[in-house]
Nanobody
Framework: VQLQASGGGLVQAGGSLRLSCVASGRTFSRYVVGWFRQAPGKEREFVAAISWSGGSKGYADSVRGRFTISRDNAKNTVALQMNSLKPEETAVYYC?????????????????????WGQGTLVTVSS
């Protein structure tokens, strides 16, 4: 699976962005997809993930209620709608895919276990 993340850019605090992750290659619908972010000098951290069917979703506490993850398997796309963005959320955002497993927050929020990673898209939130 090849992943291509896009949609990043510069936005003011309180604004919104919509990131997209488009997949090609193997059957996309068989994969759990997660979004992670990495700020300069910090470790990569979990943001959100979605099950292969889209029926289960998980979010980091810091983004729950402001970010929404969704997928369209017919278009091989996973989106991350980000609202009420904060300056501290400035980071490179990555999408990643792993083989479908029983979905739980513990199972999807670690970076290990994800087999495929996109190249990242930069989100800059100005204050």
């Amino acid at each position: 699976v090849q992943l291509q993340a896009s949609g990043g850019g510069l936005v003011q605090a309180g604004g919104s962005l919509r990131l997209s992750c488009v997949a090609s290659g193997r059957t996309f619908s068989r994969y759990v997809v997660g979004w992670f972010r990495q700020a300069p000098g910090k470790e990569r951290e979990f943001v959100a993930a979605i099950s292969w069917s889209g029926g289960s979703k998980g979010y980091a506490d810091s983004v729950r209620g402001r970010f929404t993850i969704s997928r369209d398997n017919a278009k091989n796309t996973v989106a991350l709608q980000m609202n009420s963005l904060k300056p501290e959320e400035t980071a490179v955002y990555y999408c990643a895919a792993k083989s479908a497993t029983p979905f739980s927050l513990d199972a999807v929020r670690g970076t290990t276990g994800y087999d495929y990673w996109g190249q990242g898209t930069l989100v800059t939130v100005s204050s």
